[in-house]
């Protein structure tokens, strides 16, 4: 199924589950193996069977580790040696910052004024350059460009990066390799990179999966593109789900996307906040919004998912706590 990924008309090369199993080489050793968690209330409340991927509990806290570990570790060691450029709200940014501070690489990253202090803050301690941008008004993808050319850098782009989605891939290949076959496996979605990646790996592994991504209300470029055959660009939408605030996915991810996902659906804010309090109370996991994308949609039936083994992956959990806070703060 795979191999009709690549080249696409445009003439890129996509990853394969190949490189997925690449990437998980590298990772070994390196990445934690998150568990596959299950919750007895969970499963009553979606009358499913429901199996839980942390990726809150990755190193830095967020699946993000994995592709950009990866990124940097396929590098050249010229490369490496020059450095790293990249742009990110915080999950990305902090993933290659820490990742270059494991592999010795300098790394400069890109960040809008609005980021969540906490991941700001994190990526700075991890030793990365932080350079701050407007995302309403400036171009994060042309800022990072002439960064690139103007100090030598290689650009590694948060989702839309052979790399980078292959590495996203393993969280999906270590789920299914733990739980077993799953019925239905739900992914967040931003610019597509863990949707992409945990896609390849899920259709290797468990071919009768269905998979699909979950985005919020106000920023749903992805499913207006795969039901329309294009990539669909939007204005950078207004939602607490800070890492999926990207408003068009990528020549990589899409393709990808549209030959191996079922379909993408939408939650509300209300639904991610409902979602977080679910975690923190019944599971004791603080998990950011854009890391509820996936069960919210189990929990509202945004996909119907009774009576079926369903995969969700967590993406993250780096929020701030002053914002935790005030998200779970009772009403009035």
């Known amino acids: 199924m795979t191999a009709a990924l690549k080249p696409t008309e445009t003439g890129l090369v996509l990853p394969t589950y190949a490189d997925v199993e690449i990437a998980a080489g590298r990772l070994q050793g390196v990445a934690h193996r998150t568990p596959a968690l299950t919750s007895r209330t969970a499963n009553e409340r979606t009358r499913a069977n429901l199996v839980f991927k942390p990726e809150n509990l990755q190193r830095m806290g967020a699946f993000k580790f994995r592709g950009g570990y990866n990124a940097i570790a396929a590098l050249s060691p010229a490369q490496k040696k020059a450095g790293v450029v990249s742009f990110s709200s915080g999950n990305h940014a902090q993933a290659i910052a820490y990742a270059g501070r494991l592999l010795g690489v300098p790394t400069t990253i890109i ?17 990365a350059e932080v350079i701050t941008y407007d995302r309403y008004t400036q171009d994060r993808l042309a800022i990072g460009a002439e960064l690139a050319q103007t100090r030598g850098l290689a650009l590694i782009p948060p989702y839309d990066h052979p790399d980078v989605i292959a590495g996203q891939g393993t969280a999906a290949k270590e789920l299914i390799e733990d739980a077993g076959p799953l019925d239905i496996l739900l992914v967040c979605l931003g610019g597509g990179g863990l949707l992409a990646g945990c896609a390849l790996a899920a259709k290797a592994l468990n071919p009768a999966c269905r998979v699909f991504g979950v985005e919020p209300e106000a920023g749903n470029d992805g499913q207006q593109s795969l039901r329309s055959g294009k990539i669909v660009k939007i204005a950078v939408p207004k939602t607490i789900a800070d890492g999926a605030q990207t408003p068009f996915l990528g020549d990589y991810t899409f393709p990808i996307i549209q030959a191996l996902v079922e379909d993408i659906v939408t939650v509300s804010d209300e639904a991610l906040v409902s979602a977080m309090r679910f975690f923190a109370e019944r599971m004791k996991l603080v998990v950011e919004p854009t890391g509820c994308l996936a069960a919210a949609a189990a929990f509202t039936g945004a996909v119907p998912v009774e009576g079926k083994r369903v995969g969700v992956i967590i993406s993250g959990g780096n929020v701030d706590l002053g914002s935790f806070a005030r998200f779970l703060a009772p009403a009035g």
């Open 111 to 127: 960040m809008p004024l609005d980021a969540p202090a906490a991941k700001v803050a994190a990526t700075r301690g991890y030793g």
